[in-house]
C-alpha cells in the first residue's frame, strides 16, 4: 500500500510539473489545442469523452468500483481545468463554465485524505468556485 501510494504521488509529482508549464503558456496565450491533446495522451485521458460527459456521467465513469481512482480523477480533472482555462481565454464561456464544473465536482468526489497529497488541491477547489461563480454571474444563460 505505502509503495502505491509513493508511486501515485510521484506520477501526480511529474504531472503537475507539465500541467504548471501548460497552465503558464495558456494563461499567456501562448498554448496549442496539440500541446494540450498530447499531455492528455501521455497520462491516458480521453479528452473528447470528458469533453462530452456532463459531470455526473464523468464522475460515474471515474467510479467504477463506487470509490474514484484518486490519480485518474485528479488528471481529468486538471486537464479539463487547463482546456477550460483556454477555453474561456478564446471566449468560449460555455465551454469553460461546463469544464469547471465537471473539474470541481471530481474533485469533490475524491478522497479528502488523497486531495491532501495533491499539489495545490485546495487551491485548484477554490479557483474552480470562483471560475464557476465568476462565469455564472456574467452569463444569464449559465445558471
Known amino acids: ?10 506520477m501526480i509529482e ?4 507539465v500541467f504548471a508549464r501548460l497552465r ?9 489545442e496539440s500541446e494540450l491533446s498530447l499531455a492528455a495522451a501521455r497520462a491516458g485521458v480521453d479528452l473528447t469523452t470528458a ?4 459531470a455526473d456521467s464523468l464522475t460515474a465513469l471515474l467510479l467504477p468500483q463506487g470509490q474514484v ?13 487547463l482546456e477550460s482555462l483556454q477555453a474561456e481565454r478564446q471566449g468560449r464561456m460555455d465551454e469553460a463554465l461546463s469544464g469547471y464544473r465537471k473539474a470541481f465536482r ?19 477547489i477554490s479557483e474552480l468556485e470562483s471560475r464557476i461563480r465568476a462565469l455564472t454571474d456574467s452569463s444569464p444563460s449559465a445558471a
Not at 14 to 17: C, D, E, L, R, S
Not at 24 to 32: E, P, Y
Not at 69 to 81: F, G, Q, S, V, Y
Open 106 to 124: 471530481l474533485y469533490l468526489a475524491m478522497d479528502p485524505r488523497i486531495i491532501g497529497g495533491i499539489p495545490e488541491a485546495a487551491q485548484r
Open 69 to 81: 481512482d484518486p490519480t485518474r480523477a485528479w488528471l481529468t480533472a486538471e486537464l479539463i481545468t
Open 24 to 32: 503558464q503558456l495558456i494563461l499567456g496565450g501562448d498554448v496549442a
Open 14 to 17: 511529474q504531472m503537475g510539473a
Open 1 to 10: 500500500m505505502a509503495e502505491r501510494r509513493d508511486y501515485l504521488l510521484r
Open 51 to 54: 469533453r462530452a460527459l456532463d
